[in-house]
């Protein structure tokens, strides 16, 4: 199982912006080094986070690290242009060398659309007509494409072309079923985000996904499943907690005030680190356990990414989390370490 | 960290957490189970009361109504109870039942 980490950056008021964008540029040198497989930046429009141009910060990362594989988590490709969108990571895997991946979805914020001039009455039909045309970008250099939201492309060629012999695309959904039959369909590896409630819940849509794919003719190793979960590595259970704790309350109850959820809770915090449930939060060792469990109430994972955004930690606490996921996380679930 | 053995009150605090996030069938199995061990009766109530809230939003309402009863009949002053009943009450289509404890929980000082 790959293990990877996503970041939202999210601006810490007590931090310079200009200081947190090096932060975190240190954090996923951290995570290379460390033997994290994968790091994944976020992308939204809005005021508290920093993460609106994510190519931009995954090159400057492509610059400073060697193994580890750099992703959006997600592109808003609604909000965007996918000729563009395919640009900068094409560009970005020639810069890294071929570690440049794609999680494209349709983002769970809305605030991009009047940003962009786009009409949320259209939130499918520009996801589905832009997806495919990212896909159609990818197989082709020169395509003849035509759709309802941009001009035609009639074949006047789109560069540069990525390292890769194909550019990696995953699709992000959250628990919308038809997501999960569209991606299987397409055959596309899956990214599901599971922020809250009992992974298990997932196994039906997961299912559903990988029948979809077996129906359309997609070969089982092309459909590939990956979770991305709230989670932090502690080096004991209760540092974690009580470390992950007030940035994360302080951006969930925020965002919960906009979308009607109650405010997070401790006792709603445990919960969701206790059994069954979907937070990564722990030692080096209960972490890997869950994250065996959760593979296996998925019905199998190949991928787990770790969203560790938190904007009230000190940068030293976050650097020591991400050592830990590489050093002794991965090696527990690769099976080069045993457990204790 | 997880111990299958855990004490009442760590049972009681993580069936409050999940109670929180919205997980109310998981709320309402353990805190059944609390209610079935636990031996003080003034914790019995509160650990009643939540159970009955976790039926109430899983719609298990023949349930929330029981335990609803359960805690008015010990602590007739509890308008938060009154209050619950009468909604459980109002959730089965059963308005004339439900005036009266919805109109106890108005005089006790809660209103809708």
Redesign the interface.
């Given at each position: 199982m790959e293990i990877g980490i996503d970041n939202f950056v999210a601006a810490d008021p007590a931090v310079e912006p200009a200081r947190q964008m090096q932060d975190v540029l240190a954090q996923i040198a951290r995570a290379d080094s460390a033997g994290v497989h994968t790091f994944g930046i976020g992308e939204h429009h809005r005021e508290g986070f920093l993460d609106s141009a994510p190519a931009t910060i995954l090159s400057a990362a492509a610059a400073i690290t060697e193994r580890i594989r750099l992703r959006s988590a997600v592109t808003v490709l609604s909000a965007d242009d996918p000729v563009r969108v395919f640009e900068s990571y094409a560009t970005l895997d020639l810069i890294s060398q071929g570690r440049a991946e794609l999680v494209v979805g349709r983002g769970s914020f809305t605030e991009a659309f009047p940003l962009f001039g786009l009409d949320l009455a259209d939130y499918d039909a520009l996801f589905e007509e832009k997806l495919d045309l990212l896909l159609t970008l990818r197989d082709d250099a020169h395509p003849h494409w035509s759709g309802r939201h941009r001009a035609p492309l009639t074949g006047q060629g789109v560069f540069p072309r990525p390292h890769q012999a194909q550019l990696p695309i995953w699709l992000g959904v959250g628990g919308t079923p038809s997501s999960f039959v569209r991606v299987g369909v397409l055959g596309l590896p899956l990214m599901v985000a599971i922020i809250g409630g009992p992974p298990a819940r997932f196994r039906s849509l997961v299912d559903l996904y990988r029948e979809t794919g077996r129906r359309a003719g997609h070969p089982a190793e092309q459909l590939k499943v990956g979770a991305h979960l709230i989670g932090f590595v502690g080096d004991t259970d209760e540092q974690a907690a009580e470390a992950f704790y007030p940035g994360h309350a302080e951006m969930f109850t925020r965002i919960g005030r906009e979308r009607g959820f109650p405010p997070v809770t401790r006792a709603g915090y445990e919960a969701q680190r206790g059994p069954g449930g979907p937070y990564l939060i722990g030692d080096p060792e209960t972490v890997a356990r869950r994250a065996r469990e959760i593979s296996a109430e998925l019905g199998g994972v190949s991928r787990l990414t770790v969203q560790m955004t938190n904007g009230r930690m000190p940068h030293e606490t976050m650097l020591r989390s991400i050592e830990l996921l590489g050093s002794k996380v991965v090696p527990l679930l690769d099976g080069r370490a045993q457990p204790r | 960290?997880?111990t299958t053995q855990t004490s009442p009150n760590q049972r009681w605090?993580?069936a409050?957490?999940?109670f929180?996030?919205?997980?109310f069938d998981?709320a309402a199995a353990l805190l059944a189970e609390l209610v079935a061990t636990t031996e003080s009766a003034t914790d019995t109530l509160a650990v009643r009361l939540l159970l009955a809230r976790a039926y109430y939003h899983s719609a298990q309402l023949h349930h929330a109504e029981a335990e609803t009863r359960a805690v008015l009949a010990a602590d007739p002053a509890n308008a938060y109870a009154w209050l619950l009943l009468g909604r459980t009450l109002e959730r089965q289509s059963r308005h004339a039942e439900a005036g009266g404890p919805l109109r106890m929980a108005a005089a006790m000082g809660l209103d809708r």
């Open positions: - | 960290m997880t605090a993580r409050h957490g999940l929180d996030t919205g997980e998981a």
